[in-house]
């Protein structure tokens, strides 16, 4: 497991499936806004049962980083987004 993030990917089912099927978080994105950010002990499933979601489908890229703890990586991550854009989640968080 690293501290690193991917580069940013392309959000489709090929590059999805190149994936790791490993615990980790990811951050979805539509024309550079954040839509979303997850975690889950799967992050391959993860993001593929995002693209069967009304919101999330609409994502253009996604990057990812492999942790043993998605859960907490998350809610740090969330947290942080919320303190950047005035207690705000992202649009897909917040539904």
């Known amino acids: 497991?690293?501290?690193?993030?991917?580069?940013?990917?392309?959000?489709?089912?090929?590059t999805i499936e190149s994936i790791p099927e490993s615990a980790g978080v990811f951050v979805m994105h539509a024309n550079m806004k954040v839509l979303y950010i997850g975690g889950s002990q799967n992050i391959r499933?993860?993001?593929?049962?995002?693209?069967?979601?009304?919101?999330?489908?609409k994502a253009k890229r996604f990057r990812y980083m492999l942790?043993?703890?998605?859960?907490?990586?998350?809610?740090?991550?969330?947290?942080?987004?919320?303190?950047?854009?005035?207690?705000?989640?992202?649009?897909?968080?917040d539904i």
């Open 45 to 57: 499933l993860g993001l593929t049962e995002r693209l069967a979601n009304e919101c999330t489908s």
């Open 67 to 93: 942790t043993p703890s998605p859960d907490d990586v998350r809610d740090g991550l969330l947290k942080d987004f919320r303190d950047k854009h005035a207690g705000k989640l992202p649009l897909c968080n």
């Open 1 to 14: 497991m690293t501290d690193d993030w991917s580069q940013w990917l392309d959000y489709d089912k090929p």
